[in-house]
């Protein structure tokens, strides 16, 4: 799951390595820089990843968890590439 600061939540499915394997060697959550590709009605990305090199502490722990339940409670999870182009039209 990517969380972004305008509290929206997008399921990303990766094509190769999955999320683990990518940021192996980092505690999550973890700060990255990406691009979201919509494809075959599921959302990815461009296969650059850049990770931020940032620890979070235990209050924007606690918020993130907060975003992501009460995103995930409204059925608002940007989960599917129709989902994903229309977030970008708002």
């Known amino acids: 799951m990517l969380i972004l600061d305008n509290d929206r939540v997008y399921c990303v499915s990766p094509f ?3 999320w683990q394997e990518m940021v192996r060697d980092q505690q999550l959550p973890v700060m990255i ?3 979201l590709l919509p494809f075959k009605n599921q959302t990815t990305y461009d296969g650059l990843l850049r990770k931020m090199p940032m620890m979070f502490g235990p209050g ?3 918020n993130l968890k907060e975003v992501y339940s009460t995103v995930r409670k ?3 999870i940007i989960d599917t590439a129709d989902k994903l182009i229309e977030s970008e039209k708002k």
């Open 16 to 18: 190769v390595s999955n």
């Open 33 to 35: 820089e990406t691009t």
């Open 60 to 62: 924007v722990r606690s």
């Open 74 to 76: 409204a059925g608002a």
